[in-house]
């Protein structure tokens, strides 16, 4: 959500989304802020109008993240699953809502 740039070990994170519109981004939103997506996009308009930062850099689809994520140490990303690729590393299963 923009309160961090980089990891412990000082390298810069490259901070990648799903489509705002995305079906899977408002249970994603919601289970990780507990804010709905009106409250995530105004969240976002304002960090970005004071200048403080910007939102991660959207991506078309899971497959897409995936492909990024591999290719890219310093990247961070979410799913709707954890992912089965063994290249890639779940650091946070966020339970799903009913």
Avoid at 4 to 22: C, E, I, K, Q, Y
Avoid at 44 to 62: A, K, T
């Amino acid at each position: 959500m923009g309160r961090s740039r980089g990891f412990s070990n000082g390298d810069f994170a490259l901070v990648f989304d799903l489509p705002r519109d995305d079906p899977n981004s408002a249970a994603f939103y919601k289970a990780l802020t507990g804010w709905s997506m009106a409250q995530v996009n105004s969240y976002w308009s304002r960090l970005m109008f004071s200048g403080q930062s910007m939102p991660p850099q959207p991506l078309p689809n899971e497959k897409a993240m995936i492909d990024i994520l591999k290719r890219n140490p310093s990247g961070i990303g979410w799913l709707s699953e954890a992912p089965e690729d063994d290249s890639l590393r779940a650091i946070l299963v966020l339970k799903k809502l009913p």
